[in-house]
């Protein structure tokens, strides 16, 4: 993958993420949210970000109701608002919104994040993230004075050897696939 834009290595990894969502798909996606509950027992956090996944990302719903049975933590989700995000309690119901993304209602919340889970698109040498290009959780992160842990999940990994990313894309503390937890900081 040498000599490559952000943008081209954007649509190999896609291209990469749809062929591996087509096979033993739930395997994997039950896989990877074990290795995040791994994660969230040795961080131990308070207030967790999740996603609603697309068909190529990590499903991670049934961690979801998991993690909202526990009483120890409190469950939360992107809501996407104008060019970035805000974090929602996770309730029902979900509304199909930009993107083919279905998120809760609005809510005027203002939350500490403690740990946040992340899907990716691909990841370069800096282990920053190559999302799909709008820059969402780049500014979303950005806006925060605080910098919680980040988990990147994705379904099998897609990484650059080379940098790709700017220093305004978010950099991980953890990446899981279906190979296992890959990389801590």
């Known amino acids: 993958m040498k000599n490559l834009t952000k943008s081209d290595f954007r649509k190999l990894c896609i291209k990469k993420l749809k062929f591996c969502s087509k096979f033993g798909k739930i395997k994997k996606d039950k896989f990877i949210s074990k290795k995040i509950l791994e994660v969230i027992k040795i961080e131990k956090p308070k207030s967790i ?26 469950v939360y989700v992107p809501l996407m608002m104008g ?16 993107y083919n993304i279905y998120e809760p209602n609005d809510s ?14 691909g990841t370069d040498d800096t282990f920053r993230r190559v999302g799909f290009g709008v820059g969402f959780y780049d500014r979303f992160f950005a ?13 099998c990994l897609c990484q650059s050897k080379t940098t790709l990313t700017q220093i305004h894309d978010i950099k991980s503390d953890y990446i899981i696939t279906n190979k296992g937890t890959i990389w801590k900081r």
Request: charged fraction near 25%; avoid cysteine; glycine fraction near 0%.
């Open 143 to 155: 806006s925060l004075d605080y910098r919680p842990k980040i988990v990147f999940t994705q379904l």
């Open 83 to 98: 060019n970035s995000l805000k974090v929602v309690p996770y309730r029902l119901p979900l509304n199909k919104q930009k």
């Open 49 to 74: 970000l999740l996603y609603i996944p697309l068909d190529m990302e990590v499903n991670v719903r049934s961690l979801i109701n998991i993690l909202r049975r526990e009483k120890n933590y409190k």
């Open 108 to 121: 005027s919340l203002r939350v500490k994040i403690d740990l946040a889970i992340v899907p990716i698109v």
